[in-house]
């Protein structure tokens, strides 16, 4: 128990048959689709969060 | 069911990657040829993940990345802050038929992580089957206990990987203080019970106006057997509104905040010991609220109560603010695409008194500009959904890790 994680970023990531249909079919309708939303601004979501202190649907690890 | 590399969802900015080993990232569409390809690693991918996305009206993503799925409010122990107010199950749960075809209905709408909560969730008998069908579509799992129910006879049916036994303590004492009818002495046992099985488990504890002390014994007890640890203060709401006096005030706040430190230090060791759980996705759910200035709740978190009415949140849930329909109505991708507009609605931008606190702006982090718990403390869904207590312990928080040696 408690043995740290490696998180190994060099090894290959495989997909599953399933991950990879899916991902065949995403990407065919990417090229035939265009995002068309109105933008308001853009979110920096590389900016780390700090610990909050009430967060009550929080209480299960 | 094999723990996959990484779990993939399409978003409308591209994809959202959850690693077997912990990361979650937002990357663009050019990623997925090499992901199909097989020449992806993380290390290849990381210069395309995105460090900005696209904010419009109502913004959501198109799946929650965490649902908390209440299977029963039924529940043996009558907590003084139980939120959902459980004991009796509600009118009409949902069968066990129908609890794993919500279950399919969340897999297919590609949520990632699923809490079980209740009530007590395994006061149903069908509990093991709901857990294993569960586990068999790929959710990363947190089972929200009272502990009370485990025995050597249920941990051996438990799933090894990707699911954490979160079990709620309250202090040493003051645990019986809160829940009556469950002693520390008691969840110490099973909890030791987990650890000799290799089931990882989390003590989840509730600060209250006189528990910090003994708060600070429990982390101890968490730390040394290799525990996960949480805290999250006592809020007066559900059967927590007859017993306001239990609700952490001023005094508290040096206790508090130690505790914080230390958990936070405790968490970060911990952190590597896991790959994927619901705290990292928790994490993500946090950093997007942070980066587009509005709560998670409904926009990547959802809450689905045992007679399938479903929530943006725990505190919606307990007090029926922003409901959003029924899954015996409609399926889950559609209350998800269209029911949750009005807490979409809000921003952080929303509040009447955050343009004049200085916690709303940077370095801050308030996630108190929640419309009900405004509502609770103000009875104005745009007021501070803050307490004296909150608002200390935020601010002194973060001063002291932006300033650890004052």
């Given at each position: 128990?408690?043995?740290?994680?490696?998180?190994?970023?060099?090894?290959?990531?495989?997909?599953?048959?399933e991950?990879?249909?899916a991902?065949?079919k995403f990407?065919?309708n990417?090229?035939?689709?265009?995002?068309?939303?109105?933008?308001?601004?853009?979110?920096?979501?590389?900016?780390?969060?700090?610990?909050?202190?009430?967060?009550?649907?929080?209480?299960?690890? | 069911?094999?723990?996959?590399?990484?779990r993939i969802r399409k978003e409308d900015?591209?994809y959202i990657?959850?690693?077997?080993?912990?990361?979650?990232?937002?990357?663009?569409?050019?990623?997925?040829?090499?992901?199909?390809?097989?020449?992806?690693?993380?290390?290849?991918?990381?210069?395309?993940?995105?460090?900005?996305?696209?904010?419009?009206?109502r913004f959501h993503l198109s799946a929650p990345l965490i649902v908390w799925f209440?299977?029963?409010?039924?529940?043996?122990?009558?907590?003084?802050?139980?939120?959902?107010?459980?004991?009796?199950?509600?009118?009409?749960?949902l069968?066990?038929?129908e609890v794993f075809a919500v279950l399919d209905q969340l897999k297919a709408a590609g949520v990632f992580a699923l809490?079980?909560?209740?009530?007590?969730?395994?006061?149903?008998?069908?509990?093991?089957?709901?857990?294993?069908?569960a586990?068999?579509l790929g959710f990363?799992?947190?089972?929200?206990?009272?502990?009370?129910?485990?025995?050597?006879?249920?941990?051996?049916?438990?799933?090894?990987?990707?699911?954490?036994?979160?079990?709620?303590?309250?202090?040493?004492?003051?645990?019986?203080?809160?829940?009556?009818?469950?002693?520390?002495?008691?969840?110490?046992?099973?909890?030791?019970?987990?650890?000799?099985?290799?089931?990882?488990?989390?003590?989840?504890?509730?600060?209250?106006?006189?528990?910090?002390?003994?708060?600070?014994?429990?982390?101890?007890?968490?730390?040394?057997?290799?525990?996960?640890?949480?805290?999250?203060?006592?809020?007066?709401?559900?059967?927590?509104?007859?017993?306001?006096?239990?609700?952490?005030?001023?005094?508290?706040?040096?206790?508090?905040?130690?505790?914080?430190?230390?958990?936070?230090?405790?968490?970060?060791?911990?952190?590597?010991?896991?790959?994927?759980?619901?705290?990292?996705?928790?994490?993500?759910?946090?950093?997007?609220?942070?980066?587009?200035?509005?709560?998670?709740c409904g926009v990547a978190m959802a809450y689905v109560l045992?007679?399938g009415s479903v929530y943006p949140?725990?505190?919606?849930?307990?007090?029926?603010?922003f409901p959003a329909g029924n899954l015996r109505a409609r399926s889950f991708a559609e209350v998800w695409a269209d029911s949750f507009d009005?807490i979409r609605?809000?921003?952080?931008?929303?509040?009447?008194?955050?343009?004049?606190?200085?916690?709303?702006?940077?370095?801050?982090?308030?996630?108190?500009?929640?419309?009900?718990?405004?509502?609770?403390?103000?009875?104005?869904?745009?007021?501070?959904?803050?307490?004296?207590?909150?608002?200390?312990?935020?601010?002194?928080?973060?001063?002291?890790?932006?300033?650890?040696?004052?």
């Amino acid at each position: 128990m408690n043995a740290k994680v490696t998180p190994e970023p060099e090894m290959r990531i495989t997909l599953t048959d399933e991950q990879r249909q899916a991902l065949v079919k995403f990407i065919s309708n990417t090229n035939r689709a265009s995002l068309n939303v109105e933008v308001e601004f853009e979110a920096h979501v590389d900016q780390g969060a700090i610990a909050p202190v009430a967060v009550l649907v929080g209480n299960a690890y | 069911m094999a723990v996959p590399d990484v779990r993939i969802r399409k978003e409308d900015f591209g994809y959202i990657l959850a690693f077997a080993t912990g990361e979650i990232g937002f990357y663009p569409d050019e990623v997925a040829p090499m992901l199909v390809a097989g020449t992806a690693t993380r290390q290849s991918l990381e210069p395309y993940r995105l460090r900005r996305l696209p904010v419009q009206d109502r913004f959501h993503l198109s799946a929650p990345l965490i649902v908390w799925f209440e299977i029963t409010r039924d529940c043996n122990l009558p907590c003084k802050h139980c939120y959902v107010e459980a004991g009796r199950p509600r009118r009409d749960e949902l069968s066990t038929e129908e609890v794993f075809a919500v279950l399919d209905q969340l897999k297919a709408a590609g949520v990632f992580a699923l809490v079980l909560v209740g009530g007590e969730p395994m006061s149903r008998p069908d509990f093991l089957p709901i857990l294993h069908r569960a586990h068999d579509l790929g959710f990363v799992i947190s089972i929200a206990t009272n502990g009370t129910y485990l025995t050597q006879e249920i941990v051996d049916q438990l799933p090894r990987e990707e699911c954490i036994v979160s079990i709620s303590v309250d202090g040493t004492s003051q645990h019986q203080e809160l829940r009556l009818k469950s002693t520390f002495a008691d969840i110490q046992e099973r909890l030791l019970l987990l650890k000799r099985n290799d089931i990882p488990a989390a003590l989840m504890c509730t600060q209250t106006d006189r528990n910090a002390g003994e708060l600070h014994e429990v982390l101890t007890f968490a730390e040394d057997n290799g525990f996960f640890f949480g805290s999250t203060p006592f809020s007066p709401i559900g059967r927590g509104r007859f017993f306001p006096q239990y609700q952490p005030d001023l005094s508290t706040v040096d206790d508090a905040t130690a505790l914080y430190l230390r958990d936070k230090a405790h968490d970060t060791a911990m952190s590597e010991t896991v790959g994927l759980c619901v705290t990292k996705f928790l994490d993500e759910c946090h950093r997007i609220a942070q980066a587009t200035r509005r709560e998670f709740c409904g926009v990547a978190m959802a809450y689905v109560l045992s007679d399938g009415s479903v929530y943006p949140c725990s505190i919606c849930a307990s007090t029926g603010k922003f409901p959003a329909g029924n899954l015996r109505a409609r399926s889950f991708a559609e209350v998800w695409a269209d029911s949750f507009d009005e807490i979409r609605d809000y921003t952080f931008d929303s509040g009447t008194d955050c343009p004049s606190c200085e916690l709303s702006r940077e370095p801050y982090y308030c996630t108190s500009r929640c419309p009900v718990m405004g509502e609770v403390h103000t009875g104005d869904p745009t007021g501070c959904g803050a307490t004296p207590f909150v608002k200390a312990s935020l601010k002194r928080r973060t001063d002291l890790i932006a300033n650890p040696v004052r």
